[in-house]
């Protein structure tokens, strides 16, 4: 009598018992990589919510501050108003509440140049910008410290204030006129 291969025992049957015990360590298995997937895509998420723990913005300037003006020098004489022509001498930075009296990096400044011509109300110039000269006699110096609402906003100013950047000013007040 002629023996066909599926009659014979040997490998094929040690095959299928293998199989049957694999089917168990196969399902194992898989359990076993969907956990490390699922480990890993938490991991990732984390990561790309970029939560360092703090619960805020991980730049800097990028802490939402109140308008506020600070005189470091008084003035004499009278005080600037909406529509009055002064002229100022400045220096702008980003705001870093770890920095020396919340400066952060220096963006822009009018020192060893001419004073900046500013007409209060009129001129096209960031409103908390204008707003900090307001009540400034000459002569006076004040630091004022800008919300972004009040500065350049979502926008920011391309290589140098990022969007919804607080700053803050130094300025010196050179002229008035009424």
């Known amino acids: 009598m002629r023996r066909y291969r599926h009659d014979v025992p040997g ?20 359990r076993f ?3 490390i997937f699922l480990i890993a895509a938490v991991a990732l ?15 800097p300037s990028q802490v939402n501050v109140e308008f506020t003006t600070t005189d470091l020098v008084p003035g004499t004489g009278a005080q600037a108003a909406a529509g009055n022509a002064v002229t100022v001498h400045y220096t702008g930075w980003l705001y870093n509440p770890n920095g020396t009296v ?5 963006f822009d400044t009018s020192s060893g140049s001419d004073p900046l011509p500013v007409v209060l109300g009129v001129s096209n110039i960031i409103p908390g910008f204008q707003q900090a000269i307001l009540g400034m006699s000459v002569g006076g110096k ?27 000013f130094e300025i010196e007040l050179m002229t008035l006129v009424q």
Do not use: F
Request: with cysteine; aromatic share 4%.
């Open 142 to 168: 004040r630091r004022v410290y800008v919300p972004p609402s009040l500065g350049y906003g979502s926008a920011g100013v391309q290589g140098a204030i990022p969007p919804n950047a607080s700053l803050v």
């Open 102 to 106: 919340s400066k952060g990096t220096q």
């Open 45 to 59: 998420l984390a990561v790309g919510c970029n939560d360092d723990g703090g619960g805020g913005p991980t730049d």
């Open 33 to 35: 990589v969907r956990k």
């Open 11 to 30: 490998p094929r049957e040690q095959h299928h018992q293998n199989s049957r015990h694999g089917a168990k360590s196969a399902e194992r298995w898989r």
